[in-house]
């Protein structure tokens, strides 16, 4: 069976009815197969990724979790006031440690190969919570189509996303489009830059990518008294409807200004 521990024991036939002392045990797991997207990944199984120092052996994690500074997951807040307050799906996220010093390498958490053949068009979704007060190093996403040999970088984040450990997760699209027929795997790697900032990821898919894929990494560029520039990411977008309002107005409400782009 894939994925199965096992132990074996040794026991000499000598003939006649006689026979050694047993030798042993050696103990080993099967490996894994290739998954099949859809493929969805909560880590929330409590016999899989237990808190701190277990990660489901599908999956890869340099420095091994429960280290000082690796990939681990976990249920509640981080420390140091930085990170998001609970899990996403009810049971764990996976976060980056980032209260330490020192030199060390960045941390890199690797899913299982996932053949995505049967989809038209692979995409990669994924909640993110990054809030440490302008502290907190870039994180890239890194996909291999030759289990692991090479990596290709598929998407980058630099700074915080939230603005508090109690703001919602947010959710992140990457489109997969190159990789359609392939067997993949993907990486997350957190860059290192010492104390603070508890990057955090859960609810893993790969899964169709949707014909309209929404844009990615809306920001403030510029402002003045009268006028704002924001800048956003879409590689298939060739038009945009842009609305804003006062804190809290609700999309196409009366009075919210509304341009298209």
Request: net charge negative; aromatic share 12%.
């Amino acid at each position: 069976t894939p994925n199965t521990p096992y132990e074996a024991y040794l026991v000499a036939d000598c003939g006649s009815g006689g026979y050694s002392d047993t030798t042993g045990p050696i103990s080993f797991r099967t490996p894994c197969t290739i998954t099949t997207a859809p493929f969805n990944e909560s880590f929330d199984d409590p016999v899989s990724w237990i808190s701190r120092n277990t990660i489901d052996p599908c999956w890869g994690a340099s420095p091994s979790p429960g280290t000082t500074w690796s990939w681990e997951p976990k249920s509640g807040a981080p420390s140091s006031g930085n990170g998001p307050l609970q899990d996403l799906t009810g049971g764990n996220y996976m976060y980056v440690e980032a209260s330490v010093s020192g030199s060390l390498p960045d941390a890199e958490l690797i899913s299982p190969a996932i053949d995505v053949s049967g989809l038209t068009t692979p995409g990669l979704y994924f909640f993110q919570h990054r809030y440490s007060g302008a502290t907190i190093a870039d994180m890239s996403v890194e996909v291999s189509n030759d289990f692991g040999t090479t990596w290709n970088t598929v998407y980058t984040i630099t700074g915080d996303v939230q603005t508090s450990s109690s703001d919602a997760w947010s959710l992140e699209f990457v489109n997969l489009a190159a990789y359609t027929g392939d067997t993949v795997m993907i990486k997350f790697l957190q860059k290192f830059n010492g104390c603070c900032g508890d990057a955090a990821i859960d609810s893993v898919v790969v899964d169709e990518a949707p014909t309209c894929p929404w844009p990615t990494g809306l920001s403030l560029t510029a402002a003045t008294d009268s006028s704002v520039s924001i800048g956003w990411n879409d590689p298939s977008g060739t038009s945009w409807n842009l609305q804003w309002g006062p804190p809290g107005f609700t999309q196409a409400s009366p009075g919210a200004g509304t341009k298209t782009t």
